[in-house]
Nanobody, 121 residues
Framework: QVQLVESGGGLVQAGGSLRLSCAAS????????MGWFRRAPGKEREFVAGISWSGTNIYYANYVKDRFTISRDNAKNTVYLQMSSLKPEDTAVYYC??????????????WGKGTLVTVSS
């Protein structure tokens, strides 16, 4: 059974940093994209960042570009999100996703249960 487990969320002051991790187990995800989405209170889920299996292609939403860095370790089936210069508007539950294409919904996508990031002003 496939499991995605996020960790690293918490409470941080504006301007601070956090590093999220998402460890996948249950199968090998060769050629799959990995990435992060978030859902802020009262808002729909939105894309944050994605990375291809090789790491060659990396995508960021405009609102996190130059502040967040995504990376992955295929040997560990793990994707990371280094978040810096955090803003109160970054407060959200952050979800890890693994799928054939990070920006497209398919029947072969896997999601974690999320980790809460709270940024205080």
């Amino acid at each position: 059974q496939v499991q995605l487990v996020e960790s690293g969320g918490g409470l941080v002051q504006a301007g601070g940093s956090l590093r999220l991790s998402c460890a996948a187990s249950g199968r090998t995800f060769s050629t799959y994209d990995m990435g992060w989405f978030r859902r802020a209170p009262g808002k729909e889920r939105e894309f944050v960042a994605g990375i291809s299996w090789s790491g060659t292609n990396i995508y960021y939403a405009n609102y996190v570009k130059d502040r967040f860095t995504i990376s992955r370790d295929n040997a560990k089936n793990t994707v990371y999100l280094q978040m810096s210069s955090l803003k109160p508007e970054d407060t959200a539950v952050y979800y890890c996703k693994i799928g054939p294409q990070i920006l497209t919904s398919t029947g072969m996508d896997y999601w974690g249960k999320g980790t809460l990031v709270t940024v205080s002003s």
